[in-house]
């Protein structure tokens, strides 16, 4: 989004002209990251990045998605700027509705998960994994190191084999650039 849409001038404009726009660093803020992904899958049930967060003057969310191409972001930012000047109250009562939703999940946030949600965890990612071309869920996919992450260290802890796959399988196909091509199990091997 960068270079598609962020230095191009008509998208500059149009944000300069409705918003105040502000980039952050998810690695030197960790923290703000945190706080605008949390709204993101409140909002959409899921998140990644680039992260996009509309927000009210006191930095309430009121909007919230991922990767938008440069049409569906002046799109975006066009119906923001409608909505802030024909429904101001409408726009301020969602930031509110969503910064209450965010706050009760904060206190209400239980302990370390336990084996079960971390099983149920596994059993989603198996549902939505492709089996072909590797990643989750439909097109477009977009790498999910976190995810990852989660599948190799659970296999490891528990033994299970099929997520520890569906794991190598994506990387193998980040690797091969999505070619859909078989995994080599056996990178290099010596005849005698």
Not at 67 to 92: I, M, T
Request: glycine residues 8%; proline residues 8%; neutral net charge.
């Amino acid at each position: 989004m960068a270079h598609e849409s962020f230095e191009d001038q008509a998208v500059a404009q149009a944000i300069n002209a409705a918003f105040l726009p502000v980039k952050v660093d998810r690695e030197e803020r960790p923290d703000v990251d945190a706080v605008y992904m949390a709204a993101c899958l409140a909002m959409n049930g899921s998140g990644g990045w680039p992260l996009t967060v509309l927000l009210t003057p006191d930095q309430k969310p009121f909007w919230a998605g991922t990767y938008l191409p440069k049409p569906q972001l002046l799109q975006l930012v066009d119906e923001a700027a409608r909505l802030w000047r024909e429904d101001r109250v409408g726009v301020l009562s969602a930031g509110e509705a969503l910064t209450a939703h965010l706050r009760q999940a904060t206190q209400n946030r239980p302990g370390a998960p336990g084996r079960e949600l971390v099983q149920r965890a596994v059993s989603q990612f198996a549902q939505s994994f492709d089996a072909r071309w590797g990643g989750f869920g439909p097109a477009p996919k977009f790498p999910t190191p976190h995810n990852l992450i989660f599948l190799l260290r659970n296999s490891r802890l528990t033994g299970d084999g099929h997520g520890k796959e569906m794991a190598l399988q994506t990387l193998d196909a980040m690797y091969r650039g999505g070619s859909g091509l078989p995994r080599r199990t056996q990178l290099c091997h010596a005849d005698p």
